[in-house]
């Protein structure tokens, strides 16, 4: 029952993450290694809250940047 509950719980967390790792895995495994090693450093650093903002905010930028971009 634990096992189930906590494959429940992964899944629910980690699904968008699951789903972009095999979409860029399907492309290129640099990109894989690179989401890999963002991950591990994020859960290893002292300072893992202020990456994990940091993180968020240059995404949302990003995102924001494309969506607003004008077609060419």
């Known amino acids: ?21 095999f979409a860029v895995g399907v492309m290129n495994m640099l990109w894989v290694l690179l989401i890999a ?3 591990l450093l994020e859960k290893i650093l002292p300072l893992a809250r202020f990456i994990r903002a940091g993180s968020g905010f240059a995404l949302l930028i990003w995102g924001t940047y494309w969506l607003l971009l004008p077609p060419a």
Do not use: E
């Open 1 to 21: 029952m634990m096992g189930v509950r906590h494959g429940l719980f992964c899944i629910g967390c980690c699904w968008a993450l699951m789903l972009v790792l």
């Open 37 to 39: 090693v963002f991950v």
